[in-house]
């Protein structure tokens, strides 16, 4: 590292207008040329403020102190001044997560690109052109011609993120924010966007790199600062925070990646869980209500033999296909044979697009295959009539990805609950059959009966999901991408949930996800999909130390690890 | 769902196919529009025989005529008044196809070409004053938006009070002010650009109203999208942020809205031409539905059917121009 | 034009800008001078003689044409009948047509809504073309017909009034019933077993209709104006009686002497539009701000 750095932040602070607590407190770090700095923290903790206020961009009704804040020795000026826009694109660029709108959508993307070079170089039109394909080549983009006249909205998620990091390099910034920017990816793309990223680095561009994400920190950063209510709480060498973390928050944020953990071992939390709103904050991670069924608390429903039980829910060679605007169809499901035993977990993993969610509606019987056969418990379910389908919904729960899209925004949390108990019926249980029991099931207080769910934490609404979802005492749960929009720590409350919730009712849970960690932590099969086809079947440890298909080994080889 | 890995999801290219497609929406339009014309001709046609009284006497000039019997035995006759009812649809329906809208009852005149330079100079009217309130929501919004919360509320409490005007009362106003007490306009519409002035400040100030508060809002939420951020922190200046990006955002809702606002302009140049003594469509409309001349309502009818069929085709054209996205969804 | 205002609402759970801070106080006060206006003109249209002692209809020539002044605040018209009691008088007839031909509006919209919305294809090719063609005949175009057939007055033009504005609230009600019904929560409660009965009359038409409250006050406004319009052009309330549009109307005959005849009964249409604009779009930002936040 060279004697001084690039940008050097000294005490700066953030306070909003309404909000006793500061946003960002006395944080201070260096970042030198060629160096990537990565700034970790979950949401709320203050880290994307942090960067906004670095570009003098913080959100309206922020106050922002420091004591030094300097880029290549030359202090950055006072909010609102016009130098900033002197240096914005030109000495600091900006990529910002998900380009589809954070490239203006009317706009092809050569031209905001162009914009850049516009404002900061004297190039002549001409040369703009063509300094433009030349950018989107370099960020990968194959055919620039052809890119740069499309608009994002006509962009893959991959090439609309380069296009955007092609606008943040334009002026051939010195210091590069990347604020959250490969997290709507698919882990392939995002692999190779990561990579983009690297190369920049490595060719002498100063890095942030603002994440939620260890994982991705362990990929290009060289030094770590970990953000935590608005503090630093520890920075060091990216490889010695993540092997020997010594704060409390990074210690939680690592262990709750569910990467390497083992199925049935419990991911750990924080102590003080959904803090204010758990009923028993100083309980271990989920608390063992009394109204559950006695249970065994041992993992033996793991190995429980699904014997004398017929598969929870079957698919046999089940395709789809959807038209076009184009008049063409695509294959959307291609001869899809999946089993999920009684009692188990079946993981289904995939990229966008792969034909999860079609699997997932048809497994609900919200759609219809074209051909194959569903079978819930061995019956006929596929080929039923909505009204013949009726009868047998309460024996096959679901939670969703979007948990608050998936209430109606006009009901309070206990006649969400009571409206679900109503559909049971079936007098199969005793426990769990009034909204107080289904309450303490998933570990929420009594209190928050009267809410509605807009005014629930994602995870406290994803736990009214799931209380839902138990409620006319199904035997199968469908989960899909359940935890996909929480926090890493929330996240791993949330599966110890399930997890300990499908050992006391025997559910069976086919669960859904992108996340390769989260599938291998979850399930005891895992069936991999790409572009409508099962590459792969098997007992999930097979499948991840040995994978056969060439889909699932390139999958695995993209999957950000924590290297420790 | 798509099935796509690093290749694009919709291609903008123009390919015999999206050709084809945009060749059978204007088609589908098309025939629509034929519809719709086919529809307001007959509601036309039987609400005009449920108004109480004899057409006869709006042709013999009012009920008041002396008209003997045989002449008005004759009348009936000559217009094919004494047909069954189905018939004379049926004759009618078969005219106004080949564009044939017979002869006013009271001016005794050819339909076509006198409803035709009536419908020009409202034309005239309508169009110019869809250009001044577009200009003028523009201007208001840009000005006053991302200004102080003062500059802000003025904006909006002046659209607010614009759009709450009834045009009448505005042309009275406009007189008193302008003609009456300055002097600078005629107080009715005289021939030339100059009597234009006041019928449409009258017609534009309320709708610049609408537009206005439409386009504030989307303006509002334009701002706060991820790609001004973007814009920002590429060192683009704020009026570079407001011309570049979020004019374009705020402009699509008033875009879709001008087809109902030529709708509304026209009910409005009723107001207007008939106060400012001005020819045109809607006082022509007034004084036939009065005394009952069929056959020149029948074509103010199908002519501002067919202004209202062109201008909301167009207004879409537009739409799809300005926002490719329209296309991509409303095709999915 | 209720549709310029109320089209927002049938976007689908966007979020509502200008709740957090933008513009707050002028909201604020603006509602609260909005809810002191209406209270103004609800005490004139229930309880006039709280507000003026005179009577609208006590002609005294010898006092026409008098300015404005302390004995006659908007001052007296040809026949020397105080117009700011005519001015309060007016505002019974003028609030009842607005809110009558909202009330008839919404009435029509919500029969041609439900048909598009809820119906089979069929119904909502029937609706959607029954809605196209009333969207293409100019609003008074129709109203000058229905008035012609119906003979003019106060409940024609009402009814009038009421025809034109159905076309625009059905096609909100049609397409606010549509994206709700295909909501995540919709196909999360056919998940869990509901019955589609139970789930058009729990969650569809609650969510899709609770609007229509709001959609009615930003209505109401402009049907006054509408029927003013009417009024004016002659073809609603018979000249004698009071009502802000013939006020007007005869006002204009004098416009060259007399222009408080013309400018005090605007100002009462004007504000009183303007009152229920603010009120219509104050209750969509809160119910939109608790629908979802």
Redesign the interface.
Known sequence: MTGSPLLRVSDLSVHFDRSARPAVDNVSFDVAAGECLAIVGESGSGKSVTARSLLGLAPAGAHVSFSELTLAGESLPAPGARRWRTIRGASIGLVLQDALVSLDPLRPVGREIDDVLRLHTTLSQRERQARVLELLDAVGIPDPALRARQRSGELSGGLRQRALIAAGIAAGPALIIADEPTTALDVTVQARVLDLLASLRNNGTAMILITHDLAVVSRVAGRVAVMSEGRIVETGETSAVLRAPTALPTQQLLAAIPVDVPRGVALSVPADADAPTASAASSPPVALSPTLPSATFSTASLEHPAAARPPALELRSVSRRYPTPRGEAIQALDAVSLTLDAGRTLGLVGQSGSGKTTIARIALGLETADSGDVLLNGNEWGSLSARERRPLRHTLGAIYQDALSSFDPRLSVERILTDALGVGASGTRQSLTTTSELLDAVDLPQSLKNRRPLHLSGGQRQRVAIARALAPGPQTILCDEPVSSLDVSTQARVLNLLDELQRHLHLSYLFISHDLGVIRHMSDRVAVINEGRIVETGETEEIFIAPRDPYTRSLLAALPRVRR | ?????????????S?P??RL?SLGWIARRVG?GV???W??AT??FF??R???GDPVDAILGGPGSQASAEAVAQIRADYGLDQPLIVQYFLAMGKLAVADFGTSYALKVAVAPYVLTQLWSTLVLTIASLVVAWLGALALTLATSGRS?VA??LG??LE??A???????LA??L??LLS?TLHWLPPISVPGPLGLVLPVLTLALPLTG??G??MR?SL??AY????V?????????EW?VRL??VL??AAL?GIS?SG?AF??L???A??VE??FARPGL?RT??SA??I?DIPV?TA??LL??LT??IVTIATDVVDRI????VT?VA?? | MTEILAGRLSRPAGRAPGIRGRGGWLRNSGVIIALAVLALILTAALAPQLITTADPDAVAPAEAFQSPSAAHFFGTDESGRDVYTRVVFGAGNSLLIGIAATAVGLGLALILGLLGGLGSRLGDFVSTRIVEVMFALPGLLLALVFIAIAGPGVVTSTVAVGLSTAPGYARIIRSQLRSVRSASYVEAATVLGHSRARIVWQHILPGALSPIFVLGTLGVGQAIVWASSLGFLGLGVAPPAAEWGAMLSSGRTYIDVAWWLTVFPGLAIVATAASFTVLGRALNARTRQEARG
Do not use: C, K, Y
């Open positions: 769902m798509t099935v796509s890995t690093d290749t694009p999801t919709t291609a903008s290219v390919t196919a999206t497609r629509g519809f719709v014309l529809a307001v509601i036309i609400a005009l449920l108004i109480p919360r802000r509320a909006s409490a607010l009070l759009a709450a005007v009834p045009h009448f009362w009275s106003l007189i008193i009456n609408f537009l508060q439409v809002e509002a939420n706060e999208q991820p790609f951020l973007s814009a920002r922190a590429r060192g683009e200046s570079g570049r990006h374009r955002h809702p809205l109902w709708g509304s026209l009910s409005g009723v107001v008939t106060i809607g409309l007034l539905v009065t009952r309502v103010v009818a501002s059917a209202f069929i300005v926002d490719p996205r991509e095709a999915r």
